[in-house]
């Protein structure tokens, strides 16, 4: 069984940044965030696998977050800058199969507990 640690969530204006980080227990294939906001579905903002593909990033973050991930540490970070209130939402390490590079949910076989992103106008 994977469990996943998160921390790193909390309150910021708007363009600021945070960075979440996430543990895992063991080795996974790949590891990176989906995000809810209220009322919303769950969806995947950025994922780092071991394929040599290079780290996916969803097109409404791309160019303000970025995912990396310190392999010895079984960690990955997001560092999230130029935030937006519309990035307020709860965010959950996820990680799984080689799949998830599609950043569906449904894919995901871990889940983190969240933590929570809020930014203020």
């Known amino acids: 069984q994977v469990q996943l640690v998160e921390s790193g969530g909390g309150s910021v204006q708007a363009g600021g940044s945070l960075r979440l980080s996430c543990s895992a227990n063991?080795?996974?294939?790949?590891m990176g965030w989906f995000r809810q906001a209220p009322g919303k579905q769950r969806e995947g903002v950025s994922m780092?696998?071991?394929?040599?593909?290079?780290?996916v990033i969803a097109d409404s973050v791309k160019g303000r977050f970025t995912i990396s991930q310190d392999d010895a540490k079984r960690t990955v970070y997001l560092q999230m800058d130029s935030l937006k209130s519309e990035d307020t939402a709860m965010y959950y390490c996820?990680?799984?199969?080689?799949?998830?590079?599609?950043?569906?949910?449904?894919?995901?076989?871990?889940w983190g507990q969240g933590t929570q992103v809020t930014v203020s106008p």
């Open positions: 780092i696998c071991n394929s040599g593909n290079g780290p």
């Open positions: 996820a990680a799984g199969p080689p799949y998830l590079e599609e950043l569906r949910a449904g894919d995901v076989s871990y």
């Open positions: 063991r080795h996974v294939f790949c």
